[in-house]
């Protein structure tokens, strides 16, 4: 295999708003390689992709040169005219349109004329399906009329039409089968043969050991290591991935546990199996995990948000059937989804108006609403989560991140809530605000509530909960005492097979 | 694939769905009433759909790409008018319709340039625009339809009929369709408008110049309206700021019972030649049926509810693999 | 403190949308008639013009010479009983002049001199067609020659609005308010306020409910009738006799003055003795009206007569007559200019018209008078005019001062 580089990153950074997602990262890739991007979430790959597909623009003093050659990358036609080509979780196929009209579309530049080149088209993409072992796709179909994993592959045609020598692939296999994804790999491989290069993400490590040639590691926006074929043990990569300890950043308090106020037992629903677990008062319960292991989906279960299939659950010693969020949240239990938006928060209203939203009807007589007792309300949650904000007249919509959850905390502790769902608490707020939500949820537990904490960061599962249930592809890969556990137990069972 | 032969035979009736709909009321309406199959009412049920159909085509378009204009009942009087006042001028003819189709046209690039480049809201920029041209047409006429004598003009556009019986406007009505259809079908401007209605990302990445494709269309859509409007003209033989106001809706309305996608990106051509029918068939109907302006008026409504229903079924089931 | 500021604004606001003339550009109404069949258009001027200057110290009208009474001064008379129940409308309107009911043959020849200078509002329901055109522009006429001020409000077919446009002028202090409702009903409680601070109000198109100072009325049913007359006397010249088929279009709302013409239509047509089948046609616009005739005749090919309650319906069954190329003869209710058009080349047998510049004229005067002091007739019956192929061209110079049907039409091409 030659080792002639194709696309070559130079001290690529990228800042929102003031906050850095990425630092100087530095990327080869090799004509004809697999090379494997890897990082927990939020380390910066999906920024990285979108720079080099010209979604995002770099900042400056960053470079991207192909063939050894700098190319300016503004936007994403950009891109496919370097022949390097994207393919996003999200599909980016047009579902009205055929599998060859798909399949040209990026190619759109060399049908000359004003008319549609069927035949051409259909010429196009049967010679590219044919290529990589797929002859058996009908060009003709509407891609609404294919599963998922076909219109996987016809978007790889596209890519390969369009001459990419390089592909970006973000998370191929999250989303189809087992089968599916073994014959997804293969056809990367296949791609690998004919010379095209391909920039693989993915969280399932066993699959970057299978394909990858190289794998290179990112943290917190940081470029840790790139590691050869022959250097990627699970222990190494694992090792890259984790890293920092906030246990002393944020040391726990000792909350004295009690009784159990919830189990679970053998919960099942379509998208996790049996599931077993307890939770006592005053405790965090954390549970960890990869995108897509099934984390959220036991919060939405146990509030009503998902089916259940089979299992039982007991909540204060009831027998507890979860039915619509309504009577959950009459039972005690809040769900602050990783969503803020979605946990009610409404951004063009004020944060008075937000915390007040719940038991609106309590507060008003006759359907007027008495604005004394909202501002007491509001002053009160200000004081107590310490909301930082000139006046609670002010637009939640102009707060940062991490003053919103504490408005959305607000909101829903004016249930006196027994156990809080909390989905992933701290996404998308800064560092320093991170230690005031361990220190709210720490006052919670403090006085009686639970906590079930599902979380991403490894680091903070690490440091404010008590146990850790770790989940795989929708199964339950084990408990773990916190003061036992470590990152590489938890990513070893959240990761590997 | 796994489509089995009854999911074949399943996908085929739901295509045709609009079409057997049609069918259906065309046997009930023979059944219940003898007068309904006679040619001279089938023919009539055709001429007067005819500015709709129009309407409608470019609306099948518009719908594709994901927006709605109902500006063009607006345009529509007021490509009338126009021509009418220049027709009394004593303009030629074919110049006349050249300005009456440019007029349209023009109506139509202001509001796509609004809509699309002012980035707002497309279906208010219509009702908005619609008032203007409203207005525009009540001015220039004072309030008074304006008479048009030119028997080329009403022949072609309105009463006139080819071997007795065949009315003449059905030629423009096809010409419309053709157009239509290559314009959809054969064109790289209908390749990259399904792209733009069915993923506009997609279509962003592809490099299409989305915002002129669909100003392209908005022009084409305005265009059609003028030729709605020449044929409202050329059947009442006047030029009358005061028709056309509801034109916009019974397109829509035509266009979704045809089976276009209403969340975009599928446009149904022959789905909306059917919709329009059934909407012509239906008010003729129950009209010779004796029932009055309440039960039409529900009857009309309650078919469109049940179309759009089916085609959001549709849509779902068609998603949920 | 915002907030208190926020209101002093509000209502400065308020105040001052109160004092703002509203002023639009055109007015209409449709409908007014006499009490009887006039058909002559014709007047003595000069005669007139004496009088006038005789009137002294008595206030005395300044038209006097032009009425005929139905009803003398004082007498006692009922206008629902005496019109409204006769063509089966509930009606519940009160006349507060004593002046009599009268009616007059055309425009009024005589201006009345205000005493002061009057600023008068007229409330339009709406200003956007043939009619409403010439009623704004005879009101606007008659307050140029009288010396007085006028405020003119467009509803747009929105009583609400009218209702709002009544309420400020009350706050404004106008002297009197012409009103030509959009809707009979939910404008009384407006004009009940207005004449309970002492404005007088006089309707253009006389509402059914409530009391107002006087009317501009024209008798439908009459309407109806003479149309009946019309196509009776047609349809006796083409058959031999008054009888067969009828379609006849009215609304698919309810309005009064379609339920009189269509009743003054339907016996005019049966006291020829004939045998008369009709068949009812609801439409609003001229699209429906077009398409709904053209199934009706389809279904009915043996139609001897198609009639409209009013122009849309007309232009309407003219197209869809012309499409089935059946021999129908054509009649109804308006004088808008396509229908004289259609009068003059033969497709339209005849209309019965009124005068929009009349109505519009009239209740100038009376207002004027009115304000000066006199007894002004309760009811005041503007004429009717029969329009076929005969006078055709002089009534569409009559109606639309200034222009000519010829210069209208302009030239036929081949």
Redesign the interface.
């Known amino acids: 295999m030659a080792s002639e580089i194709i696309l070559e990153l130079k001290n690529v950074s990228k800042t929102f708003s003031g906050v850095t997602v990425l630092k100087n990262i530095d990327l080869d890739i090799k004509k004809g390689e697999v090379h494997a991007l890897l990082g927990e979430n939020g380390a910066g790959k999906s920024t990285l992709i979108k720079i080099v597909s010209g979604y995002h623009s770099m900042d400056e003093g960053g470079e991207l040169l192909v063939h050894g050659k700098k190319i300016d990358i503004k936007r994403p036609k950009d891109s496919i005219n370097a022949h390097i080509s994207t393919i996003y979780q999200e599909l980016t196929l047009c579902p009205h349109l055929t599998v060859a009209e798909n399949i040209a579309l990026d190619k759109q530049d060399t049908f000359k004329g004003m008319l549609q080149q069927q035949k051409e088209f259909t010429r196009l993409s049967r010679n590219t399906l044919n290529s990589i072992d797929n002859p058996d796709i009908d060009t003709k179909l509407l891609i609404s009329d294919l599963s998922i994993a076909k219109r996987q592959i016809v978007e790889i045609a596209k890519a390969v039409a369009s001459d990419a020598e390089v592909i970006l692939m973000d998370e191929p296999t999250a989303s189809i089968s087992q089968k599916d994804a073994e014959a997804l790999m293969h056809l990367v491989l296949k791609l690998k043969e004919k010379g095209v290069s391909i920039i693989y993400i993915s969280h399932r490590i066993h699959e970057i050991r299978q394909i990858a040639d190289r794998v290179t590691v990112l943290r917190d926006g940081n470029k840790i290591g790139t590691l050869k074929k022959d250097e990627m043990t699970d222990e190494r990569i694992i090792n890259m991935m984790v890293g920092r300890d906030l246990k002393q950043m944020y040391p726990k308090k000792k909350v004295v546990l009690g009784e159990t106020v919830l189990s679970v037992e053998n919960l099942t629903t379509k998208k996790f199996r049996n599931v077993s677990f307890s939770v006592q008062r005053g405790e965090i319960f954390g549970i960890a995990g990869l995108v897509g292991a099934g984390r959220t989906e036991i919060c939405d279960a146990l509030f009503g948000r998902m089916p259940i299939l089979s299992g039982t659950i007991e909540l204060f010693g009831k027998p507890y059937l979860p039915n619509k969020p309504k009577d959950c949240i009459d039972k005690g239990i809040a769900y602050i989804t990783e969503n803020r938006k979605e946990s009610g928060l409404c951004l063009p209203l004020s944060v008075n108006e937000n915390i007040n939203l719940v038991n609106l009807r309590e507060k008003m007589r006759l359907g007027i609403v008495n604005q004394n007792r909202f501002e007491e309300l509001s002053e009160k949650y200000r004081n107590t989560l310490d909301i930082r904000i000139q006046s609670i007249n002010m637009l939640v919509r102009k707060l940062s991140g991490g003053n919103q959850q504490k408005v959305v905390l607000g909101k829903w502790l004016e249930f006196g809530p027994q156990l809080i769902l909390f989905d992933e608490p701290t996404k998308g707020i800064d560092v320093g605000t991170k230690a005031e939500i361990y220190r709210i949820m720490g006052d919670l537990v403090n006085q009686g509530v639970s906590i079930i904490m599902v979380s991403s960061e490894l680091p903070e599962i690490l440091a404010v909960t008590d146990r850790i249930l770790v989940m795989r592809e929708g199964e339950m890969k084990g408990i773990l005492n916190t003061h036992e556990a470590t990152s590489e137990r938890i990513m070893r069972l959240a990761a590997l097979n | ?1 796994s ?1 089995t032969l009854w999911n074949k035979i399943k996908k085929k009736i739901l295509d045709l769905r609009t079409l057997i709909i049609l069918i259906f009321i065309c046997v009930l309406f023979a059944v219940l ?1 003898d ?1 309904f199959y ?1 040619p ?2 089938l023919i ?1 049920i055709l ?2 759909s005819i500015y709709i159909a129009v309407a409608a085509f470019s609306t099948t378009l518009m719908l594709t790409q994901g927006n709605l204009d109902i500006s063009v009942g607006g345009t529509a009087a007021l490509v009338g008018t126009i021509l009418a006042i220049i027709l ?1 001028a004593n303009v030629p003819l074919p110049l006349a319709i050249l300005v009456g189709l440019l007029s349209g046209a023009l109506a139509g690039l202001i509001v796509g340039i609004i809509s699309i480049k002012g980035k707002t809201e497309t279906f208010l920029v219509a009702i908005a625009m619609k008032y203007v041209y409203v207005g525009i047409a ?1 001015l220039i006429t ?4 304006i ?1 048009i ?4 003009f009403l022949n072609v556009f309105g ?1 006139g009929e080819v071997f007795g019986f065949l009315p003449m406007p059905i030629f423009i009505l096809i010409a419309a369709f053709l157009l239509i259809w290559f314009l959809y ?7 990259y408008l ?2 733009i ?3 506009i ?8 110049n989305t915002d002129r494709i669909k100003i392209i269309t908005f022009v084409i859509n305005g265009t059609f309206a003028a030729i709605a409007g020449l044929n ?1 003209a050329g ?4 030029g ?1 700021p ?5 034109l916009a809706l019974d397109a829509i309305a035509a266009v979704v019972l045809g089976g276009s ?1 209403v969340s975009g ?2 446009g149904n051509i022959w789905g909306t030649v059917v919709g329009v029918l059934i909407m012509g068939v239906i ?2 109907g129950l ?2 049926l004796g029932a ?3 039960i039409q008026s529900i009857i009309k409504g309650a078919i469109i509810v049940i179309a759009i229903l089916l085609d959001s079924w549709v849509s779902r089931t ?2 949920a ?1 | 403190m915002k907030k208190f500021i926020i209101l002093t604004i509000l209502i400065a606001l308020l105040v001052g949308c109160a004092k703002v003339p509203v002023t639009t550009e055109d007015q209409t109404t449709e409908d007014q008639a006499t009490e009887e069949v006039a058909v002559e258009v014709e007047a003595d001027v000069e005669a007139d013009m004496d009088e006038t200057e005789a009137v002294e110290v008595v206030p005395e009208h300044s038209n006097l010479a032009e009425f005929t009474y139905v009803k003398q001064p004082g007498e006692e008379f009922d206008i629902n009983v005496d019109y409204f129940e006769t063509v089966g409308i509930e009606s519940d309107l009160q006349i507060a002049s004593t002046g009599g009911w009268v009616k007059v043959d055309g425009s009024p020849q005589a201006f009345p001199e205000p005493n002061e200078t009057y600023t008068i509002g007229v409330a339009m329901y709406f200003t956007f067609d043939e009619v409403a055109g010439a009623i704004l522009d005879a009101v606007k006429d008659a307050a140029v020659q009288m010396g007085v001020k006028l405020v003119i409000h467009d509803a747009n077919n929105d009583q609400t609005a009218q209702n709002e446009a009544l309420e400020n002028w009350l706050l404004q202090g106008v002297d009197g308010v012409i009103v030509y409702p959009a809707d009979f009903h939910t404008v009384a409680p407006a004009i009940a306020a207005l004449r309970e601070a002492g404005i007088p109000v006089i309707a253009g198109n006389p509402p059914m409910t409530g009391e107002v100072d006087s009317m501009n009325f024209l008798n439908h049913y009459d309407i109806g009738w003479m149309s009946g007359v019309q196509l009776a006397e047609a349809l006796m010249e083409k058959k031999g006799e008054v009888s067969g088929k009828v379609l006849y279009g009215t609304l698919p709302i309810f309005h009064p003055n379609a339920v009189g013409r269509v009743a003054g239509f339907k016996d005019a047509m049966d006291s020829y003795g004939g045998d008369i089948e009709y068949i009812e046609v609801q439409s609003l616009k001229q699209e429906e009206a077009y398409t709904k005739f053209q199934d009706a005749l389809i279904s009915n090919p043996d139609t001897d007569v198609a009639w409209a309650v009013m122009s849309a319906t007309m232009l309407g069954i003219n197209a869809a007559v012309k499409d089935t190329g059946m021999e129908v003869l054509i009649g109804g209710v308006d004088n808008d200019r396509p229908i004289l058009a259609g009068i003059a080349n033969g497709d339209i047998v005849g209309t019965i018209a009124y005068s929009g510049f009349e109505s519009g004229s009239w209740t100038l005067v009376q207002m004027v008078n009115l304000l000066n002091g006199v007894d002004i007739p309760g009811v005041l019956g503007r004429p009717i005019n029969a329009v076929d192929a005969d006078n055709v061209a002089e009534m569409f110079s009559y109606y639309y001062k200034g222009e000519t049907l010829e210069e209208y039409m302009g030239t036929i091409e081949d």
């Open positions: 694939m489509i009433k007068t006679n001279i009412n009539n001429k007067r009394k009540y004072r309030g008074t339809p008479p004598n030119n028997k080329t009463t079908k054969k064109t790289k401007y209908g390749y399904r792209a209605g069915s993923n990302e997609a279509a962003i990445v592809a490099g299409i409202l059947i009442f033989a006047f009358s005061s028709v056309a106001s509801d996608a990106g599928k008010n003729n009209q010779l009055q302006y309440d068609e998603y693999k």
